[in-house]
């Protein structure tokens, strides 16, 4: 045991080289070799750095049967793992090499390694029988020969190669035959008669030995039986018999018949048929002798790769006493047919793959084997769908399934793919495998909102917190990549340079940032308001919504949303104070004309009333201005369009007021009937659901046309018929709120005749300059009042919502353009029964006078001029 285990470390011999060919790492390695042998340094012979085997993780991969080796993780060397037998793992074959796929990553590459296990004396000769029993005539000519059946032995080469060695005997001795270019048979050959009366039995031992080193034995005991006279043995009519079967024969096929005679007669011609000598030992189990016919028929499949030629020996006894014999060879060689299937194994996988990987990218590698020989083992490999992947050969056998084409996720996430082998057989022969290869993301698809714009509209007043609308951005992209977060993007309110986010009609100086109106839920997309909008303050707001992802990097969309606030009647009409034209006006209306919060009549809040004073001249016809009263409501459109009613006197009155104008003026002639003094209650009311109104108290002085005359003395600016002026006929009471008494003005009278007649001539002339000065000048309209100074416009062509085509520049009183303007035409509702058309068809300089020529940007009382 010890010489052959020293023999094994001696004939252990590493051999690496690359192949100039095939790029293949050879080594050989003996059978029984130890477990921990080192085969080869494997990591060394592929060029790898001192730790690159480990960190790229060098690795065997397994090919459907046990390799008995393994690759140290450490070191890179290939060792024996487990017991290497050369006879399981091959048989009879020569050479014995193993093909070994090694795996190696970042990048990943495949090597092909190949084993061979080379033989070693570790099987000793085995005889089919530990016993031979011969019986041989008496008279058994010298020379005749007695076949006798070899042994065999495992082992392949010269390990395998067989001498035979016989027992000294007088009477035999032994001869060796070939029966064909592999084997030897031993034959017991008589060199002298046997003599049953001097020796019945003799006893021999025949020994076969191989051509290992050592050699190793192995022995059958002959017992030959001196049998007396049957001197003809049986004769085959050929020594040898071939025949070819294809490995698809079914059982019981007819192998061949063998013949043989004999020339005795009676019992001693009479021949029995029996097999002997198989090999492999397996063929006894292959097929049947008919013992009596010499027929040879099947008992098992054959299979051409396991084994391809089947020999033994048949023998032919005749019933003589003692029987003699007679023998042959048959050879039965098996044909290969196509009756296996190509393989297909999946080596290794690298899943899933990024659908940014580049073209060229190897997802699998794949290994692909058949059975068969020749055309039947060639097999040819494809991949369906033919996009986006394919194959590519590396070595014999081995493909690589690369990347053809680029991937999108978003299209299709993950593949069907199917490798297909096909051999050369006919019929051809098929196989599949199977690959699901899942597409990882990556962040390629910034979120898209449904709409590039979103129009909003809230009504002002709104309850902080509420929704206003709901937005909502797609991002083709999973998990991170497709999660979407809102946010608004900072822009501002006012005045300043330019914003992602604007407004219209935003009061005050300063910028003011879009996220202090409203928000948006980073996670749903809803967009709150964050206090209550007041319309007179912010009507529209423009802004952009980011929608932003979690991939790395984040990509985003933009959306911009514009909100209208809608106006609600939140303001009641205010009484606009009368202009500083002269003390004594000015002092009344600040004594008497305040206007403050309470409640009018009509349905809806209101102005608190205050005394307004005008006159007028007994006798004055009807139609004649006495005053005009001007309100303003800070809302806009129908909430800001007022109307002016009569409430007290109610019936047929000395005095009616315009509609839509507020014009104080006669309803039929005055006379004394009608009493020195006129209290008249007028509201104000707009458009608006419910409505609102003011209220304002008018006391009318009725006077003579002297004491009318004297009360509009000189410095006066008040015109009975002016429809320009704030308030007519206010200068006949004094700063103290006193009438002037009838006696005065009757002293009075020619003094003030002439300077009368010379105001009025002054007037007329400084009239026809100012027509002349209006005529040829630009006209513009200026607004004041105690807040920033504002420009409104009304337009008969114009609309009541807003419209930034529509939109004019006009001049204010520090000479700066303003575009920001609501333009809207009134729309009259139809007059009441029994208006006059004055009052139902104001003119358009009226209608500047009125608060519904007001614009939707007015915040405060104004007044026009």
């Known amino acids: 045991m010890g010489e052959r285990c020293g023999a094994v470390l001696r004939v252990l011999v590493l051999q690496a080289a690359w192949a100039l060919a095939g790029g293949q790492v050879r080594y050989s390695v003996p059978e029984e070799a130890k477990a921990g042998t080192v085969v080869g340094r494997l990591a060394q012979d592929l060029g790898l750095e001192a730790g690159e085997a480990e960190a790229r993780r060098l690795r065997l991969v397994a090919q459907g049967r046990r390799a008995s080796v393994e690759v140290s993780g450490a070191s890179g060397a290939l060792l024996v793992s487990s017991r290497l037998d050369r006879e399981e793992l091959c048989g009879k074959s020569a050479p014995c090499a193993l093909r070994l796929e090694v795996l190696l990553e970042r990048p990943l590459r495949v090597f092909h390694v190949q084993l061979e296990v080379t033989d070693i004396n570790d099987n000793a000769p085995v005889f089919p029988a530990a016993r031979k029993n011969l019986s041989l005539s008496e008279n058994s000519p010298p020379g005749s020969r007695f076949p006798l059946e070899g042994a065999s032995d495992a082992d392949i080469g010269e390990n395998a190669q067989l001498s035979y060695s016989l027992s000294p005997s007088e009477h035999f001795s032994l001869d060796l035959q070939k029966s064909n270019e592999r084997n030897l048979i031993p034959e017991l050959v008589l060199t002298k008669p046997l003599d049953r009366e001097a020796i019945s039995v003799h006893r021999l031992v025949l020994t076969a030995s191989d051509g290992g080193r050592p050699s190793l034995t192995g022995t059958m005991e002959l017992l030959i039986s001196v049998l007396d006279a049957n001197d003809n043995a049986p004769q085959f009519n050929q020594s040898v018999y071939k025949v070819q079967l294809p490995e698809s024969a079914a059982v019981g096929t007819l192998v061949t018949r063998v013949n043989a005679s004999d020339a005795d007669l009676g019992s001693n011609s009479e021949v029995t048929f029996t097999a002997t000598s198989f090999i492999p030992p397996s063929a006894r189990d292959v097929i049947f002798v008919n013992p009596k016919t010499g027929e040879i028929h099947l008992t098992a499949a054959l299979d051409f790769e396991e084994v391809s030629v089947y020999d033994f020996r048949i023998e032919a006894r005749d019933d003589g006493m003692p029987p003699l014999s007679g023998h042959c060879s048959v050879e039965l060689e098996v044909l290969d047919v196509n009756d296996n299937a190509p393989e297909v194994w999946v080596t290794s996988l690298s899943v899933p793959v990024s659908e940014d990987a580049s073209v060229g990218t190897v997802v ?128 501002g309110v006012g005045g300043g340079a330019a914003a992602p986010s604007w407004s219209s009609g935003a009061v005050g100086g300063g910028w003011r940032a879009a996220s202090s109106y409203v928000s948006v839920d980073a996670e749903s997309g809803r967009l709150w308001a964050l206090q209550p909008l007041d319309y007179e303050e912010l009507q529209v707001l423009q802004f952009e919504v980011r929608a932003v992802d979690a991939g790395e990097p984040p990509l985003c969309g933009n959306a911009t949303v514009q909100l209208f ?105 005055l006379d004394e009937a009608d009493g020195p003094r006129q209290r008249l209650l007028i509201v104000v009311r707009d458009h608006g659901e419910p409505a609102r109104s003011a209220t304002a108290t008018l006391s009318v002085s009725l006077l003579e046309a002297a004491e009318a005359a004297l009360a509009a003395g000189p410095g006066s600016s008040l015109s009975s018929s002016s429809s320009s002026s704030s308030w007519s006929g206010s200068g006949s009471r004094s700063a103290s709120g006193v009438e002037l008494g009838a006696g005065a003005a009757s002293a ?72 920001d303007l609501m333009v809207f035409s009134p729309n009259f509702p139809p007059p009441p029964p029994g208006a006059a058309a004055k009052d139902t068809q104001p003119e358009p300089s009226a209608l500047l006078d009125t608060v519904s020529a007001t614009a939707l940007l007015i915040s405060r009382p104004f007044l026009l001029s």
């Open 565 to 669: 606030v809608l106006d609600e009647n939140d303001n009641a009409p205010a009484l606009l104070l009368p202009p500083a034209g002269s003390a004594a006006e000015a002092g009344a209306v600040a004594a008497e004309a305040s206007s403050g919060p309470g409640s009018g009549p009509g349905s809806g809040s209101g102005s608190g009333s205050g005394t307004l004073w005008a006159w007028a001249a007994w006798g004055a016809p009807a139609g004649q201005v006495v005053a005009k009263i001007r309100a303003v409501d800070a809302d806009s459109g129908y909430n800001a369009w007022l109307r002016y009613e009569l409430w007290e006197p109610r019936g047929k009155g000395p005095f009616r007021v315009g509609l839509y104008s507020g014009e104080v003026s006669t309803a039929r002639p």
């Open 364 to 491: 699998a590698l794949l290994s692909v084997s058949d059975r068969d020989s020749g055309a039947n083992g060639r097999v040819r490999c494809w991949v369906w769908p033919a996009s986006p992947f394919g194959l590519e050969a590396t070595f014999a056998g081995s493909y690589s399934l690369v990347l053809r084409e680029a991937l999108d996720r978003e299209r299709v996430s993950e593949y069907e793919v199917e490798v297909r082998a096909e051999d050369g057989g006919a019929p051809a022969l098929r196989a599949s495998r199977g690959l699901r290869v899942p597409v990882s993301d990556v962040n390629d698809n910034a979120p898209a909102f449904s709409q590039a714009v979103y129009t909003v509209l809230a009504r002002e007043n709104n309850a902080a917190g509420a929704e206003l609308a709901r937005l909502w951005a797609r991002d083709p992209d999973e998990a991170g990549n497709g999660r979407v977060s809102y946010s608004v993007w900072e822009g």
């Open 748 to 819: 009075a009278t020619n003094v003030w005749l002439v300077v009368a007649i010379c105001a009025v001539s002054s007037l007329f002339l400084l009239a026809l300059v100012l027509y002349g000065a209006s005529r040829w000048a630009p006209r513009a309209a200026v607004l004041s009042g105690p807040g920033p100074t504002t420009l409104v416009c009304a337009s008969e062509v114009g609309s009541w919502s807003y419209s930034q085509r529509h939109s004019r520049s006009l001049c204010v009183a520090d000479g700066a353009a303003k575009s």
